[in-house]
């Protein structure tokens, strides 16, 4: 009788402790995802709520078993992750759907096991690094407990936002579209593999992206290790306002998420200037470091190559101490270049000069108030060799001036001669300055300075002529004799000929001739 009540007893007690045993599981499974996801990212949870479905199973057998093989459902709406429970900025991550499977033996393991893990609506939102130092050294981080050595084998991840927060309130964070990311291999103090497809804010186009991401940095989310290749393509130029095109890259980049260095080409077939609409291919191999907090690019530096120039550009996209935008500064070298192929790119029509450039210029963009082209500043040195004029009218003037100068005035042979131009030039507002202006023919070299209005398309130069052959060398026939007094006024400064000219008008039309009011100038 006693065995009995005894047996009685012990199967009454198994049965209620199976029971607490199943009621406890969801609030203790409740309390490890909040106790995990505080720990792991050093952050105050806000759960809005967090369903959990346990299969019909015998408690007694939960009980035995220890949760073994019984697989429950979870999921959780409204999560809220405040970086250091900061209320001062937006939360470090927001996810709007989470859901994962897992068996309930797994939660009395030291490291319990999740195989999949997927997210819906998630924001990520960067705080500045300066704002992770303050937060660190106010709030040492946590011991790790149990809690945090959950292993995770795959996350899949929808409709994700990655917002990088400026150090300034007023200033607006980055903005990438995620809009979908597998992560594999996911573990204590260990990388995981991804596959990420994005949307860039600007210039727009999707970007693919594969690699390696973490470990996760708790105490600086800014500096959480990444690396990986990337392919970004059918970028659209047009949203700037002097520039189109269609862009495709693909590099490879290593860093983390508050800065990348990244090398790759980049192409764009049909590259254009909105003022010209002459369509240039340009292929570019870079080397750039940019500034996730403040999108700032240093170029280190590109090697590029516009149709059949080729040049070398270094510099940098920066947003200066207090500026609203970014300014555009950069050094470009151009060593053995076709002028036509600038002049296609920068001059409506087709173009009028042919021939080989070397440059050094300085490009500068302050941040923009106005459009592009009125507030460009171009500056720098170039010298033109074997330079044809490709416009009849322009090049028969040359010739002209060619035939003159050697004291050939009737000498047809001289034709399509070759000209050198070298020159100090400062683009501002759309004016085009040339402070020396260096043009040499065979017989004859002028020396000019003044301003092309680009807008307009008007010339205004001054400057001088010299020639070879004195004044009477330059005509034939009875000019000669009747000229053959003027000589000894112009011969002058080493040269058979010395004169004032202008050159105005258009680069359609242009007009040479004396200059009358130079000394009045």
């Known amino acids: 009788m006693i065995s009995s009540l005894g047996a009685c007893a012990l199967i009454v007690l198994l049965f209620v402790t199976a029971r607490v045993f199943a009621r406890k599981i969801q609030p203790e499974l409740h309390d490890r995802v909040v106790s995990y996801l505080e720990e792991r990212f050093d952050s105050r949870v806000m759960l809005g709520d967090l369903h959990i479905e346990i299969p019909k199973v015998s408690p007694i057998g939960l009980l035995l078993r220890g949760g073994r093989g019984t697989i429950a459902h979870v999921e959780g709406h409204n999560l809220l992750m405040r970086y250091h429970g900061s209320q001062d900025a937006p939360p470090l991550f927001s996810v709007d759907l989470f859901a994962f499977d897992l068996d309930l033996g797994m939660l009395r393991q030291p490291r319990p096991h999740v195989p999949h893990v997927t997210l819906e609506g998630m924001t990520i939102a960067l705080p500045p690094k300066s704002q992770n130092a303050e937060k ?311 020396g000019l300075h003044g301003d092309y209005q680009m807008a307009q398309d008007t010339l205004d130069f001054h400057g001088n002529l010299k020639l070879q052959a004195k004044v009477s060398q330059t005509v034939a026939g009875w000019k000669h004799w009747l000229a053959k007094p003027l000589d000894r006024f112009f011969e002058k400064n080493g040269a058979g000929t010395f004169l004032r000219i202008q050159v105005v008008g258009n680069t359609s039309k242009p007009e040479f001739g004396l200059d009358h009011g130079a000394q009045a100038r």
């Open 136 to 446: 660190t050294k106010s709030q040492p981080s946590k011991a790790k407990s149990a809690a945090s050595n959950v292993v995770i084998d795959a996350v899949d991840i929808s409709r994700a936002r990655l917002l990088i927060l400026p150090n300034r309130t007023d200033a607006q964070p980055l903005d990438f579209a995620l809009e979908s990311i597998q992560l594999t291999s996911a573990g204590v103090g260990r990388r995981l593999e991804y596959q990420a497809s994005m949307t860039n804010p600007r210039p727009p186009g999707q970007i693919r992206s594969r690699g390696t991401f973490g470990p996760w940095n708790a105490e600086s989310p800014g500096d959480t290790p990444l690396e990986g290749d990337y392919d970004f393509s059918n970028a659209d130029l047009g949203v700037f306002p002097a520039i189109a095109g269609r862009l495709h890259s693909v590099g490879h980049f290593v860093g983390n998420l508050s800065a990348v260095r990244a090398r790759g080409e980049a192409t764009v077939p049909d590259f254009r200037l909105k003022s010209s609409g002459n369509r240039v291919p340009l292929k570019a191999e870079y080397d750039v470091i940019v500034d996730g907090m403040n999108g700032n690019t240093i170029l280190q530096p590109v090697h590029a190559r516009l149709q059949n120039t080729e040049f070398e550009t270094s510099g940098g996209i920066i947003k200066h101490e207090g500026a609203r935008r970014r300014a555009i500064d950069l050094k470009v070298t151009m060593n053995s270049g076709h002028i036509e192929d600038l002049l296609l790119l920068a001059v409506r029509g087709k173009p009028f000069m042919s021939g080989m450039i070397r440059m050094d210029a300085q490009i500068s963009v302050p941040p923009l108030a106005g459009t592009v082209k009125e507030d460009l500043f171009l500056a720098g040195t170039f010298n033109i060799a074997r330079g044809e004029f490709l416009k009849d009218a322009i090049q028969d003037k040359i010739d002209e001036l060619s035939r003159r100068g050697q004291g050939r005035p009737s000498d047809q042979s001289v034709d399509n001669v070759f000209s050198s131009m070298t020159g100090n030039f400062r683009l501002k507002d759309q004016v085009l300055k040339f402070t020396r202006l260096s043009f040499e023919v065979p017989g004859a070299a002028v």
